[in-house]
């Protein structure tokens, strides 16, 4: 573990009109470039299970059997990133759920316009985020390496 402080982790999806349009590196990235640490990355296909508890707070949406129909179209890039306040920082990246109105910047921001196809999923708090890389990955796909990055993306009291 490289930091003495808050250390978080987000689980964030590339979701099938990503992939479609070819945007993953693209994406990855967006989070590279930040000084995020990748401690977990693979393409999956997901099903009704894991969907079901992945978007368990709009499963009672009219929305949801296109929403999980449209995960289920093709597999996604599951990846799991670490670091400072992560949580929200990976949320501001991706910017706000109705892509056309995200801000210019974000990636929804960038590459997207609609609500449902909007590029990305990521945690939306410290403890989803847990629960979710929890969901995503077992535990021997989530590594644990020293980032000679850090030295110059943090300050020494923030590592
Ligand atoms: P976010 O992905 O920004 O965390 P959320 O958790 O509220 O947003 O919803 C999860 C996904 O469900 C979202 O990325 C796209 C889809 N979704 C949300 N609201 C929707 C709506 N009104 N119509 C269609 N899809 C929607
Ligand atoms: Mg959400």
């Not at 689980?11 to 099938?16: N, Q, R």
């Not at 993953?24 to 470039?33: A, T």
């Amino acid at each position: 573990m490289q930091f003495d402080g808050v250390n978080e982790k987000s689980l964030v999806l590339v979701k099938p009109d990503a992939i479609q349009r070819g945007l993953i590196g693209q994406v990855v990235s967006r989070f590279e470039r930040k000084g995020l640490k990748l401690v977990g990355m693979k393409m999956m296909g997901l099903d009704d299970e894991i969907l079901t508890a992945h978007y368990s707070h709009l499963a009672d949406k009219p929305f949801f059997p296109s929403l999980a129909k449209f995960m289920k179209s093709s597999p996604v890039i599951a990846m799991c990133w670490e670091g400072l306040e992560v949580v929200n920082a990976v949320r501001e990246l991706c910017g706000i759920t109705k892509a056309r109105e995200a801000e210019a910047g974000s990636i929804r921001g960038d590459f997207a316009m609609s609500v449902s196809c909007n590029v990305v999923h990521a945690s939306d708090s410290v403890e989803n985020g847990e629960i979710e890389v929890g969901r995503f990955f077992e535990d021997d796909e989530i590594h644990s390496y020293k980032k000679s990055e850090y030295e110059h993306v943090y300050a020494e009291d923030e590592k």
